[in-house]
T-cell receptor, first 113, second 115 residues
Framework: AQSVTQPDIHITVSEGASLELRCNYS??????LFWYVQSPGQGLQLLLK??????LVQGIKGFEAEFKRSQSSFNLRKPSVHWSDAAEYFC???????????FGAGTTVTVRA | DAGVIQSPRHEVTEMGQEVTLRCKPI?????LFWYRQTMMRGLELLIY????????DSGMPEDRFSAKMPNASFSTLKIQPSEPRDSAVYFC?????????????FGPGTRLTVL
């Protein structure tokens, strides 16, 4: 069965500081991995996705994520956060012939001035 | 493109009433998903349509829930009768492909409160 674990429920970071959100997945085949962001009162927006190739993927809003197969991880990073990055972030896993995405429970990011 | 459109954005109803949530997917997308988001259970897939046909409804919690997709540009999720435990945010998402290879585009959601 596929599953995603986001170990951190809530992270507080200062504006301008770096951010790393952890994601561990379980999937029986080659995983397709996604990070979504949900701003308050909004739907989910795709930040980036990984299917194959370079294990470091770049996304929108200055985010990047690194796929580490040996650790079953797909951690999200941003070198310098902005107040507008305050949101909830979801990691998700799917596969080539699998229409379903399994979402993690989410990590809420608070940005302090 | 207007993105995925959902209506209403907020719905407050009383227990026992019928509730209908509406979704217009992105034009040209052939896959449509209904999700429910709660604090306790996170984001749950309720039902998946492909080319207007329900493919997987295993996530529909019980017979009180039903979903239809009469054409490629419209889908409904109905709860009858509604109960307080149905209070949640319901999202519709669409995708241009049948696999998760492609992004799912989410609507803004409908926040449902059942009193």
């Amino acid at each position: 069965a596929q599953s995603v674990t986001q170990p951190d429920i809530h992270i507080t970071v200062s504006e301008g500081a770096s951010l790393e959100l952890r994601c561990n997945y379980s999937y029986g085949a080659t995983p397709y991995l996604f990070w979504y962001v949900q701003s308050p009162g909004q739907g989910l927006q795709l930040l980036l996705k990984y299917f194959s190739g370079d294990t470091l993927v770049q996304g929108i809003k200055g985010f990047e994520a690194e796929f580490k197969r040996s650790q079953s991880s797909f951690n999200l990073r941003k070198p310098s956060v902005h107040w507008s990055d305050a949101a909830e972030y979801f990691c998700a896993v799917g596969g080539l012939r699998d229409y379903k995405l399994s979402f993690g429970a989410g990590t809420t990011v608070t940005v302090r001035a | 493109d207007a993105g995925v459109i959902q209506s209403p954005r907020h719905e407050v109803t009383e227990m026992g009433q019928e509730v209908t949530l509406r979704c217009k997917p992105i034009s040209g997308h052939n896959s449509l998903f209904w999700y429910r988001q709660t604090m306790m259970r996170g984001l749950e897939l309720l039902i998946y349509f492909n080319n207007n046909v329900p493919i997987d409804d295993s996530g529909m919690p019980e017979d009180r829930f039903s979903a239809k997709m009469p054409n490629a540009s419209f889908s409904t999720l109905k709860i009858q009768p509604s109960e307080p435990r149905d209070s949640a945010v319901y999202f519709c998402a669409s995708s241009p492909a049948q696999t998760s290879y492609n992004e799912q585009f989410f609507g803004p959601g409908t926040r449902l409160t059942v009193l």
